[in-house]
């Protein structure tokens, strides 16, 4: 899994601090900049988010470019609805060798690992096979249409109606994709403003979250730490700050996830 940080609010904390401070002062903007320094946002931005008054926070935002994770993953990930994204298309994107991502525990078990590894390869295959059978079926109707001849009708319209050939290739892999598994590996630019990443982690670093998208969601919050170290501070799962929300369900190791959660 490979997370980058490729854009954010410049001095993401004194937009927010100058935001909220707004709605309590006579004076504009301006003004309120000018009285804001490093001390003054830090102490206000300690009392905001103690106060759970979070809508001034939805004014910065953070774009992160995401690679190696599954489509398990981000079947997940968009369920975030209030967070833009872009997502490498199987519809367009000719996989001529697609890469997945294997499960820990699978990884960990020989007998699985091999039946995993051959189901990869067999999907791999299939999907090839599908793609150039439906090619060809294209290529050779369209000669058949266009009252043209040859004996490799997929060669001769690559060559001689490149835009063609395109076109139908692109048909080809918009059906055989079908047989591609949730493992196929996939990449996506995720952008969300702060109020909806605290939600993403409250929900998706709880230690009851699917391993991978938790994976993503402390690696995501490792990074805004750095950015913005007062806003994110003590954000993460609910627990760290209260009782598990989860009741029966929980995890029961709210010490050790609070400890972990310390070290980021």
Same mark, same amino acid.
Request: hydrophobic residues 35%; contains cysteine.
């Given at each position: ?9 410049? /001095?993401?904390?004194? +937009? ?18 000018? @009285? ?10 300690? =009392? ?8 001034? &926070? ?8 995401? /690679? ?9 990930? +968009?369920?975030?609805? &209030? $967070? ?23 990884? $960990? *078990? ?17 999907? #090839? ?16 249409? &266009?009252? !043209? *001849? ?15 050939? =395109? ?8 059906? $055989? ?29 709880? *230690? ?17 730490? @750095?950015? $913005?170290?007062?806003?994110?501070? #003590? ?13 029966? =369900? ?8 609070? @400890? !972990?959660?310390?070290?980021?």
């Amino acid at each position: 899994m490979k997370v980058k940080l490729i854009a954010s609010t410049p /001095e993401p904390e004194k +937009v927010i601090a100058s935001a909220a401070k707004l709605c309590y002062s006579k004076v504009g903007i301006d003004e309120i900049n000018q @009285k804001l320094d490093e001390d003054s946002i830090n102490k206000f931005l300690k =009392m905001l988010m103690s106060l759970g008054h979070q809508s001034p &926070i939805e004014h910065v935002s953070f774009t992160f470019a995401i /690679e190696g994770v599954s489509r398990v993953l981000t079947h997940q990930l +968009v369920r975030h609805r &209030i $967070a833009s994204y872009s997502q490498q298309s199987q519809r367009y994107v000719k996989l001529d060798q697609f890469e997945y991502i294997m499960p820990p525990a699978i990884e $960990a *078990n020989e007998e699985a690992k091999s039946i995993y590894v051959e189901t990869m390869k067999r999907d791999q295959e299939n999907y #090839n096979r599908i793609t150039d059978l439906l090619l060809l079926e294209y290529c050779e109707k369209y000669l058949k249409e &266009i009252g !043209e *001849n040859a004996e490799d009708a997929k060669g001769y319209v690559k060559e001689k109606h490149k835009r063609n050939y =395109m076109a139908f290739e692109k048909r080809a892999i918009e059906d $055989a994709r079908y047989l591609f598994p949730n493992s196929c590996e996939t990449k996506i630019v995720v952008t969300m403003n702060a109020r909806s990443l605290v939600n993403f982690f409250e929900h998706r670093a709880c *230690n009851r979250a699917q391993w991978e998208i938790r994976q993503l969601a402390v690696e995501m919050l490792k990074i805004v730490r @750095k950015e $913005a170290p007062i806003l994110f501070n #003590n954000i993460g799962p609910k627990c760290l700050k209260g009782p598990c929300p989860e009741g029966k =369900m929980t995890c029961g190791k709210i010490e050790s996830v609070r @400890k !972990e959660f310390e070290n980021y």
